[in-house]
């Protein structure tokens, strides 16, 4: 069982570090422009992603946009963060490019992105839609190949309910699936979305982060929750999930 307290103190921490208040939210301007960000950033945009309620039940399609404006809320939506380890144990990370609107130059775990509002994405059973999201992202972000990463091979491990701000027009609010994976695979690096990658072994995290921090280089909230929270627990049970996975379970930190 995920330890809700636990997770939603962090939660606290992360919203207490944050560029902005939450209570500016509903005060800010409806317009945005877009003409000062990167092209091909901007045109993602426009997908669709789920807009969901409390628990996680489909309301309808929202574009990315109104997803990710502080102005808007911003909506509640799904979201997935996938944590792929290599043969030896190690964790893919990546430092997500300038270029990005929402979180640029942060480290975080090694894929972190939306499922799409389609048949196929809004597959619920057995998480199949966010299963393929993830496999979609993870091929367009950092190139590895479909057939290296099959759904099967990827675990939904718990969801988590979260909110947070990084600029004063951009932020998130999501119910976030964990997913995990464990495969030697080969990268391609998109630079347009990410700007470097490095594998962490679970003793070297410590080091890792106090790195990024001597560096100015913030760490997603999404990844800080779950870092600060069950990250090594379910490190240690790489071998078998089925003993740390929560699936009924949406832990609160908002």
């Not at 422009?33 to 489909?58: A, F």
């Not at 944590?83 to 972190?112: D, H, V, W």
Request: proline share 4%; charged share 25%; net charge negative.
């Amino acid at each position: 069982m995920i330890n809700t307290t636990c997770i939603a103190n962090l939660s606290k921490f992360v919203v207490s570090h944050l560029k902005v208040p939450f209570s500016t939210c509903g005060r800010m301007s409806d317009s945005v422009d877009l003409n000062t960000y990167d092209t091909s950033q901007v045109k993602l945009m426009k997908e669709e992603c789920i807009e969901v309620d409390s628990d996680d039940n489909v309301i309808g399609p929202r574009s990315k946009l109104d997803c990710h404006l502080l102005s808007n809320g911003p909506p509640l939506h799904r979201a997935f963060s996938l944590f792929l380890f290599n043969s030896k144990n190690e964790l893919l990370m990546q430092k997500r490019a300038n270029a990005k609107i929402t979180f640029p130059g942060y480290y975080t775990n090694t894929c972190c992105s939306h499922p799409l509002h389609n048949a196929t994405e809004l597959e619920e059973k057995e998480s199949y839609g966010v299963r393929h999201a993830a496999q979609r992202r993870l091929k367009d972000e950092l190139g590895v190949p479909i057939n290296q990463l099959p759904i099967s091979d990827i675990s939904f491990i718990t969801r988590i309910h979260y909110k947070a701000s990084c600029s004063d027009k951009w932020g998130e609010h999501e119910i976030d699936h964990v997913l995990f994976a464990r495969k030697d695979v080969d990268l391609n690096v998109n630079p347009n979305e990410v700007s470097e990658v490095r594998y962490v072994s679970k003793d070297g995290m410590k080091d890792f982060t106090k790195e990024c921090e001597n560096a100015g280089v913030p760490l997603t909230p999404w990844f800080k929750l779950i870092l600060h929270s069950h990250l090594f627990k379910w490190w240690d049970n790489i071998e078998n999930l089925n003993a740390v996975k929560d699936q009924n379970e949406i832990v609160r930190c908002t």
